[in-house]
């Protein structure tokens, strides 16, 4: 029986895969239920053909839905020897046939593979009824369909317990004398079209750095705001983000207009958004609100006719 | 409940991220000023607006909703579609106005959050 092959240096002496699982999976669970049959009064011509057509070297013979018997290519060869060709496939089939029960252990099959030497069993369920054929074929195929889905499960599973490396630990585990990691996009004064891409390009950056979703999206909210501020009032701008030992730091710089009465734009409401912008859902003077709520530390900059100069701060959480 | 329920029970047209109908619904908000989305809406709800610009799916993504649905028969813009098949958010019509919508929603389960 399934012995350990070609112990690997160093490693234990302990059951392999492959070996756990032939004493998991059943003869049902790799069987081939779609098969070809006989019945015992075709001739063995026909057999041929049926071998030619179907590209098989053997079949179950039944007869009134049982198992009579099995025939396979060598008797075929010995029937054109012994000129018997057209002799009907009861007479040159092989009637003693082993069979395997469709719920018996992998284990058990591959030992009577190895045992008697045929290279097909047919499988009977405990009624003793023809529901499968056997082959090495099929014990391959239905052991490597075993680990695929093993394989795919664990990997999914490594795929949700794998810890992203928080960018707290990158710092923690890096000396330089300054570390930084400064992301800068571009955004386009008067036009809401693109607004909304520096926000999300920068998420992904972050995410890839495993920045946690929490925080992720609180910058991803703040963000987006900055942006739409960006590229509703002002001549356009730039989105920086800046990754630091304690957080991550997001400014918004614009060239202008800038903004006359910082204390005033900062009130929930207040909004000087043109016509254009508001058709669109923004301008409800929600923005910097919202942003401040996201944020942990906001300082908001502005002169006229200059430009305005907002810096927000997000701690790390963990 | 799921996406893919709603979208049977009330016929709603599917215009974006079909594939994505299972995903699970925790609650509504309806409003057309994203900025309130963005500050008010949470996780895993659906939103109900009348906005058909490439801009709500940029908020249903920040703000990991579960799906947009269009009032009064709205036609989303083309880039719309195109952006929230790209963000996986799944954007549905409906003929209903908001107002009729939202009660059918909420007879349905779907509560605010």
Sequence with gaps: MMEPQGKEQGTP????????????????????????????????????????????????????????????????????????????????????????????????????????????????NRNDEL??????????????????????????????????????????????????????????????????????????????????????????????????????????????????????????IDKGPGIPDIERAMQPGFSTAPEWVRELGFGAGMGLANMKKCADEMELKSSVPDGTHLTMQFHYTS | MKLIDLVKEFGLEVKAGSGHLDNDVTGGYVSDLLSDVLAHAEDGVLWVTLHIHQNIVAVASHKGLSGIILVQGRVPEQDTMAKAEAENIPIMVTDLSAFELVGRLYKAGIRGA
């Design chain 1, 13 to 124: 002496d302990r059951l392999t895969k492959t070996q756990e699982m032939v004493y998991e999976l059943t003869v049902g669970e790799v069987m081939a239920s779609k098969m070809v049959t006989v019945g015992p009064d075709q001739s063995m011509s026909e057999f041929r053909l049926l071998l030619r057509d179907n590209h098989i070297s053997g079949t179950p013979v039944v007869e009134n839905g049982k198992l009579v018997g099995m025939v396979s290519i060598e008797d075929l060869i010995n029937a054109l020897y012994d000129n018997a060709i057209s002799a009907p496939i009861r007479e040159r089939m092989k009637s003693k046939v082993e069979c395997l029960y469709v719920d018996e252990l992998l284990v058990h099959c591959i030992a009577k593979f190895s045992k008697l030497g045929y290279r097909r069993y047919p499988v009977l």
């Design chain 1, 131 to 252: 529901v499968g054929i056997i082959t090495k074929g099929s014990i391959v195929e239905g052991l490597l369909k075993k680990l695929e889905i093993e394989y795919e499960q664990s990997e999914k599973k490594a795929a949700l317990t794998r810890q992203r490396p928080t960018m707290k630990k990158f710092f923690e585990d890096v000396t330089a004398d300054e570390i930084s990691f400064t992301f800068r996009y571009n955004v386009a004064g008067q036009d809401l079209k693109e607004a909304g891409k520096a926000a999300s390009e920068l998420k992904n950056a972050l995410k890839k750095m495993g920045i946690c979703a929490p925080l992720l999206r609180r910058i991803g909210v703040a963000t987006y705001e900055a942006e739409i501020n960006l590229a509703s009032y002002t001549k356009g701008g730039e989105i920086r983000a800046q990754v630091e030992k304690w957080g991550i730091i997001v400014e918004a």
